[in-house]
């Protein structure tokens, strides 16, 4: 819950509606010659696109302004509090889903927006997040890999595009382009919360240098420190919060003039070091002895921790250059993400049931996962002026992908039931069971598309684009998607915009091949679990089909006004339908399904899991946004309003039809609502900004809507629903100009320590008094930057 300066809370305005920018900062003033670089706008694949007239809503967000005075030091929660359709809360006792932040737009899922780094495909993370309040079982990208200070700006596309950038984009594209900019800056930063704990460091600097006649290498460098965070009761064990995590992270990005055209280049690598919390075991006295503890190495009961060791790797070298009158451009991209688990201050209770002296090792190398990503691009694009009207540009092209996945096992240690399956569950690390042989893959596919995009200034007052793209997958075909889309301008300060398309997602590797047996609380009871791989053994016998794709079908319709240049106000209506999305599925034991009761007792589990195509939704929407520039006695205000109401219903379940009849638990009340509610359904921002000298005050005030979520008992035991009320955070920050290239700010985040609803720790999915929702459990936080530029 930090601040931002408005004058990038201005550019949430959509595209139209901030073609009036405000006053240049002092870093915006100086600008490098920097022959080589150009914009790229996302959805149009136009080479001389403007970010103020595309048929489609685009935000525009300028992250130099952020980078000086933001008190948000990662990526993913500085758009949390900026962008309204953005979404994105940490999570806690979720295994997996601490480590990493999982980030979605308009309430869809995460794997159901896709990321883009300078127009290139970004890849998703290894993880598949199976427990926490938001994305259950969806991948993702993982934003917080990213520097920020290498960041130039981030567009975000609202509104449905597969037929642009292929699989993924049903919710919408984020864009995220890099500097090469001439010059040098640094950033040091440290906040911690109210309650004296989660303290952040932050040191990062960029450096951007000439390279030949022309070029430019901008290096970005980066290293965070991220505390962890306790919000437990007293004569609670757990440790409830933040993950701590230490993030080493270095980015190269340039540009070279080579021949006829130029050489581009992207190269990056994040190191992270992160360690959450699970679940407590009780001492002597409790169910946990001997079951889940021994009480001669934890009497008193234990936390297991979970550590990851996460290594994030992106690279992108790709070729441009005129060939006959077009624009052609060949590229190459790789994305490696790979975690690996370690889990500490545990044990494996079947190991000390052998031993003599009720002894076993407390630290587990557990396995892990990695996901690999090889994009090649070849496109084409020319603009032909005074065709069609008043110009036509045409792009096609082709890509071919290829994507590994493996999963591998963890020592024996971190898995073996040492003393008999099914001995009281007390097989594992505790914590976090290891990988088992059973569960390593080694998983690949790969797939090709060809796709064609016009755009047509048909007059003055009309812009028309139409796309259409075809793919093929190795596993599952092949789909093909379209999209139209228009503005027309009433004069020259009103204007409507619309599109409809179809889209689809592929199911990822992750969500095919996983596989892993783990431990949950239900109402505070440990339970093994085994969820099972797409094609496996478990899943055959139960009648689970292959995955195949999603598909979708969007609609947008709004319009734009800027009565003056220091108004401007925009409204985006939208519908997205999705059929066949694949979801997790509930859990299914001996007594709700016996045909797989004596394959799970050979396993000694209790209950099984799954991906399946079998739900259909409908998200429907407004993105309204109104920003208003204004010259005071005391200065400079800029004021900006920006609000998002998006719902989602699940409108059909179908189950393979060996379930036919066990719908309710294919997707129970609980795994329902967490679709449907996992993220608010209303969120809105609301800035001032006020320059007055060297001296800039910023107050901007956050609005959650409400959310509500299942319980474990579930309202047919007579347990109500989990209701999170409406709660509104507030940011104050204030900001000194020692020099033109010096400013320090220091502020407050969520300054009347809000927290969400209280609700009863027994029936929520992390075991506390309330979920990860809205802006979190941590409450009020300070902190202090100091940016320079030298």
């Not at 509606?17 to 670089?37: H, I, M, V």
């Not at 042989?437 to 048909?458: C, G, I, K, Q, W």
Request: hydrophobic share 35%.
């Amino acid at each position: 819950m930090k601040k931002l300066h408005f004058a990038v809370l201005l550019a949430l305005a959509s595209p139209v509606a901030f073609a009036q920018t405000p006053p240049a900062t002092p870093s915006e003033k100086k600008d490098e010659a920097k022959p080589l670089e150009s914009i790229t706008v996302v959805g149009s694949r136009r080479t001389n696109a403007s970010a103020t007239d595309t048929p489609v809503p685009v935000d525009f967000l300028p992250i130099n302004k952020v980078n000086e005075t933001n008190p948000h030091f990662d990526l993913g929660q500085s758009l949390q509090y900026l962008s309204p359709s953005f979404n994105s809360t940490r999570q806690t006792g979720a295994d997996g889903a601490d480590l990493i932040d999982s980030a979605a737009l308009r309430g869809l899922g995460s794997d159901q927006t896709l990321v883009l780094v300078n127009g290139k495909r970004r890849h998703t993370t290894a993880l598949v997040n199976l427990f926490g309040a938001r994305n259950r079982g969806n991948t993702g990208t993982d934003m917080n890999t990213i520097p920020m200070l290498a960041v130039d700006n981030v567009q975000i596309l609202r509104d449905g595009a597969s037929s642009q950038y292929g699989s993924d984009a049903i919710a919408g594209v984020m864009n995220i382009e890099f500097k090469k900019k001439l010059g040098c800056e640094g950033i040091v930063g440290y906040g911690q919360y109210s309650e004296g704990d989660g303290k952040n460091y932050l040191a990062s600097a960029y450096c951007g240098i000439k390279v030949g006649e022309g070029g430019v290498l901008a290096v970005t460098a980066e290293y965070l420190d991220r505390g962890s965070s306790n919000r437990a009761e007293p004569g609670n064990p757990r440790t409830i919060g933040d993950t701590a995590t230490q993030n080493a992270t270095i980015y190269a990005n340039g540009e070279v003039p080579v021949g006829p055209g130029s050489i581009y280049f992207t190269l990056g690598n994040q190191g992270r070091d992160a360690s959450s919390g699970a679940f407590a075991r009780g001492g002597i006295g409790s169910d946990d002895i001997p079951s889940r503890n021994s009480a001669a190495m934890y009497p008193n009961g234990f936390v297991p921790f979970i550590n990851g060791d996460i290594d994030d790797r992106y690279g992108i070298l790709g070729y441009k250059m005129p060939v006959a009158g077009w624009q052609m451009d060949l590229s190459q991209t790789y994305g490696f993400n790979r975690l690996r688990y370690n889990i500490n201050k545990t044990l494996n209770a079947s190991i000390a049931a052998l031993d003599p002296n009720g002894l076993s090792p407390t630290q587990f190398d557990a396995g892990g996962f990695s996901f690999a990503q090889y994009t090649s691009n070849l496109d084409f694009t020319r603009y032909f002026p005074g065709v069609m009207g008043d110009g036509l540009n045409v792009a096609f092209g082709a890509e071919y992908r290829k994507e590994k996945y493996k999963i591998f096992a963890g020592e024996p240690g971190s898995y073996i039931d040492a003393d008999g399956v099914g001995n009281g569950g007390n097989a594992g690390s505790q914590g976090f069971p290891g990988f088992q042989p059973a569960d390593e893959t080694d998983a690949n596919r790969n797939s090709y598309a060809a796709y064609l995009d016009v755009e047509a200034d048909v007059t003055s007052r009309l812009k028309v684009q139409a796309a259409l793209r075809f793919e093929d997958y190795s596993d599952f075909g092949s789909t093909t998607t379209g999209k139209l889309a228009g503005l027309f301008k009433l004069d020259e300060s009103f204007a409507f915009r619309g599109s409809v398309s179809s889209g689809f997602r592929a199911p990822s590797l992750q969500q095919a091949f996983f596989s892993s047996t783990f431990t949950d609380f239900i109402s505070g009871v440990p339970l093994d679990v085994v969820l099972a791989p797409n094609g496996g053994a478990i899943a055959r016998a139960a009648g689970i089909p292959d995955l195949k794709e999603e598909k979708s079908k969007s609609f947008t319709f709004g319009a734009t006004w800027n009565p003056t240049p220091a108004v401007a106000v925009t409204a985006d209506f939208y519908e997205i339908k999705i059929d066949d999305r694949i979801v997790l599925s509930g859990r299914f034991d001996a007594d709700n399904y016996p045909a797989l009761g004596g394959i799970l007792q050979s396993l000694g589990v209790g209950q099984a899991q799954f991906f399946v195509n079998s739900v259909d939704t409908r998200t429907k929407g407004v993105d309204l946004t109104f920003s208003w520039k204004a010259q005071t006695g005391v200065g400079r205000l800029n004021t900006y309003v920006g609000y998002n109401y998006s719902k989602t219903e699940v409108t059909g379940i179908h189950a393979p039809p060996a379930l036919a009849g066990f719908e309710d638990v294919l997707l129970s009340e609980r795994e329902r609502l967490f679709i449907e509610q996992g993220a608010p359904r209303s969120k809105a921002v609301i800035g001032f900004n006020l320059a007055s000298g060297k001296l800039e005050t910023d107050l901007k005030v956050i609005y959650f809507g409400e959310q509500t979520l299942g319980t474990f008992s579930g309202t047919e035991a007579g347990v109500p629903n989990a209701k999170y009320a409406a709660k509104t955070s507030a940011d104050l920050a204030f900001t000194w100009s020692f020099t033109p290239n010096t400013r320090l700010t220091v502020g407050a985040a969520n300054i009347f320590d809000k927290h969400p609803t209280e609700q009863d720790p027994n029936e929520t999915d992390n075991g506390f008094k309330y979920d990860s929702v809205q802006f979190g459990l941590n409450g009020r936080s300070y902190f202090a930057r100091l940016w320079t530029r030298f």
